[in-house]
């Protein structure tokens, strides 16, 4: 059985083939039998990853055709081929209305069943946001989301998200930052290489997942009732007509969210929906690259191998290439990409305990890089 960093490593092309295979059993939801293997490699029972996959049939025989117009399937494979963000739109519309049916008490099914299927969801969402931050991205140019089909409400203009979906949907956006770019004396920061080379051994993946881990747990939020941590938070509400926003916190009572504006003033976010909200770095990560490049010294012979193989291959736009990079590297350099591990490790430390994180509407954190 292939674990999924077999899958990562093969890039979309083999995955592509794998769901194509798939998805064409009589009632296998899409990357279905790939859904099911990755949660044996996640640790749980061959039945446990059984039931997970039958909770996700359930939804769509009994669910999905009550809080939806149009197959939810064929919606997420479209977006996957041609917008990978709307296809994580996709998910997390549908996994807030499944929430809501849960709570009004929609008879299509008993408050058990709804929960197991709402955790089954959940995890098939971190599936499939493992499958985008695969290569899905290098195959959708951004001229075809424009032109993506919009992802259709289910809530009457209110979306909701819980822990569990806001701590996938943020790991991803943390997964996928790369800084490939920049003047001399500049080291790179390849975070899916890093990943990559990470999984080689479980123990490293350990480190690198509770560095993801602790790296979102103490990400700031600040609301009307104070700062809290990432951790604090119950769920995240949007009004997608007022564009604000609120979290229940682990005390039990709702807060507004807040945002820091360019200027440094402190204010109501105004978002419309989750990819609104953006992860802030105090100071950017591009400046601790430049400033303390003396300190990372896994970084520095890590940078040079990718300039090498940038130059070989005359890449002029590496940040648009760094999932392709990313993978042809580890390909041609397994062996020694492993040696440099215990110096990442102190990198990753250092750069942690560098930088601040905060949750920022992204129109006020794109005013504050453009400044």
Avoid at 326 to 345: G, H, M, R, W, Y
């Amino acid at each position: 059985m292939k674990g999924f960093a077999d899958y990562i490593i093969a890039g979309w092309d083999e995955i592509q083939k794998e769901i194509e295979r798939d998805v064409f059993e009589v009632d296998a939801p899409l990357g279905g039998k790939m859904f099911k293997e990755w949660l044996i490699q996640e640790g749980l029972a061959e039945r446990t990853a059984s039931s997970y996959l039958s909770n996700i049939k359930r939804l769509d025989k009994d669910l999905f055709p009550e809080i939806m117009d149009g197959d939810f399937f064929y919606l997420l494979k479209e977006y996957l081929a041609k917008a990978p963000d709307k296809a994580i739109e996709l998910m997390e519309r549908v996994q807030s209305a499944i929430r809501q049916e849960q709570k009004k008490g929609n008879p299509v099914m008993p408050s058990r069943a709804f929960n197991d299927c709402h955790s089954a969801f959940v995890k098939y969402m971190e599936f499939i946001n493992l499958l985008i931050d695969a290569d899905i991205r290098k195959t959708a140019d951004a001229s075809q989301g424009d032109e993506a089909d919009e992802v259709p409400l289910f809530e009457d203009g209110h979306v909701s998200f819980d822990y569990d979906t806001l701590f996938s949907n943020f790991r991803l956006r943390l997964a996928t930052q790369d800084r490939l770019t920049g003047g001399d004396g500049k080291v790179f920061y390849p975070i899916r290489l890093l990943s990559r080379i990470f999984a080689v051994n479980d123990e490293d993946w350990q480190f690198m997942d509770d560095w993801f881990t602790r790296s979102l747990n103490y990400i700031d939020v600040l609301t009307d009732e104070g700062k809290f941590k990432f951790r604090d938070i119950e769920t995240l509400d949007i009004d997608t007509q007022s564009g604000e926003a609120f979290v229940i916190v682990d005390d039990g009572y709702s807060a507004t969210l807040l945002t820091r504006t360019a200027e440094g003033e402190i204010v109501p976010m105004n978002v419309k929906k989750l990819q609104e909200i953006s992860i802030d770095h105090s100071p950017a990560i591009h400046n601790i690259l430049v400033n303390k490049a003396d300190k990372l010294h896994g970084l520095a012979k890590l940078t040079a191998i990718i300039k090498d193989y940038i130059k070989a291959n005359k890449i002029e736009q590496p940040e648009r290439s760094a999932s392709v990079i990313s993978t042809e590297i580890f390909k041609q350099k397994e062996d020694e990409l492993v040696t440099l591990i215990p110096e990442l490790k102190q990198d990753l430390v250092f750069i942690q305990n560098s930088i601040n994180l905060e949750l920022m509407d992204r129109k006020e954190n794109t005013r504050k890089h453009a400044k």
